[in-house]
């Protein structure tokens, strides 16, 4: 479709987009809006579903600043005891909790479901202050919940602990029933992918029914916090589904950086340590480039001296490599194998091949 260019469009384009950029940036106290506070969250409202007794079920909630200026939560409150703030557990709690201009910040809602059962409906507030204008607002979310009397699970929820990355972990998980004796587990969903669950019947009889589930942290987990939930269906109609919290830290056990080459001209060679620290002594089976199709390197520009006998927390392996004929800046990775450690490890060497007269002075 053909539009044509009128001085109309030229003028009104420029425009849209100053106006655009406007109200990105625009401060909180912006025109005296008293719901300025809702524009920092993505949710109207926390359902934590149905959950088993004895769960433990929370909810991360997500907090963005999308002001010029920084925020800070003053407050948070809840209108009954079934539910709380993690935030507000210290004593005394830590706020406010500052929120800087275009970052985000997680607060958390838990269910206290061994005080508490049946159908519970309360509300959650976060008290917000922009400071540079002495402007307030307050968000308000509804809360659902039921927390079944006929189902516990225990523990409450799968506690990975911190877990070095490349390893398993197991947790197992006990579902108990009181009610009909048919009742049944159908299928356990998993969100994260890098957690598996196997589902096992353990007894039924006189009314009562139980269950093992079996957590497995796979190797390939990333590093970082995993904060999620499996999702247990059950054949019951009226409350189809329990939801299990997963919780764990993953952690490097062998800790590898890149190494940075410098600029470097044609024939030079130049050695780069590069240092691999572990959290306790290990052997190096293998170190190896990973050939891309469209690097012009050869594998006989890099030499490494390798110790494969000796199992140490930290190694210092010297890596020479000598510039090609071919100028321009390089990227080569390199793949490590730790003996007794399924994953391996990968580093990248960078550098750049310039002519002799613009090489830089090392």
């Known amino acids: ?68 200026e920084d925020i800070q939560i003053t407050n948070l409150t809840t209108g009954c005891g079934c539910v709380s703030w993690d935030e507000m557990k210290t004593n005394p709690p830590q706020l406010p909790l500052v929120i800087p201009s275009g970052q985000t910040r997680v607060i958390t809602l838990r269910l206290n ?17 922009d400071p540079v204008h002495s402007s307030s607002a307050t968000v308000e979310f509804p809360v659902t919940a039921y927390i079944r009397r006929d189902v516990v699970i225990t523990p409450g929820a799968v506690h990975f602990g911190t877990v070095d990355q490349g390893t398993s972990v197991e947790r197992k998980v006990d579902v108990n029933y009181a009610g009909r004796d048919d009742w049944r587990l159908t299928q356990v969903k998993a969100t994260n992918p890098n957690v598996a669950v196997t589902l096992r019947e353990a007894g039924r009889g006189n009314g009562l029914v139980k269950y093992e589930l079996l957590f497995a942290l796979k190797p390939q987990a990333p590093l970082g916090v995993l904060r999620d939930q499996v999702i247990v269906m ?36 130049k050695p780069v340590n590069l240092i691999i620290r572990g959290k306790k002594p290990i052997k190096i089976d293998e170190l190896y480039r990973e050939k891309k199709e469209s690097s012009k390197i050869q594998d006989e520009s890099f030499k490494v001296k390798l110790d494969t006998v000796t199992a140490k927390p930290v190694h210092v392996l010297p890596i020479t490599f000598t510039a090609p004929d071919i100028t321009g800046a390089f990227e080569e990775e390199f793949i490590v194998k730790v003996a ?20 830089a002075k090392q």
């Open 1 to 68: 479709m053909y539009f044509p260019s009128t001085s109309r469009l030229r003028l009104d384009l420029p425009t849209l987009v100053f106006g655009t950029v406007i109200c990105i940036l625009q401060s909180a106290a912006y025109g005296q809006d008293p719901y300025w506070g809702n524009k920092m969250f993505e949710i109207t409202d926390i359902k934590f579903g149905s959950v088993a007794k004895g769960a433990d079920s929370f909810v991360p909630v997500k907090v963005k600043n999308v002001y010029k």
């Open 113 to 129: 479901t061994i005080q508490f059962d049946g159908e519970r409906k309360s509300n959650a507030k976060v008290m917000l202050l």
């Open 234 to 269: 059950t054949d019951d109609v009226n409350n189809p589904q329990i939801s299990i919290m997963v919780e764990g830290t993953i952690e490097t056990d062998v800790a590898i950086t890149d190494i940075q080459f410098g600029t470097m001209t044609p024939g030079q060679s």
């Open 340 to 359: 007794g450690r399924p994953q391996p490890l990968s580093f990248k060497a960078r550098g750049r091949v310039v002519e002799q007269a613009g090489a």
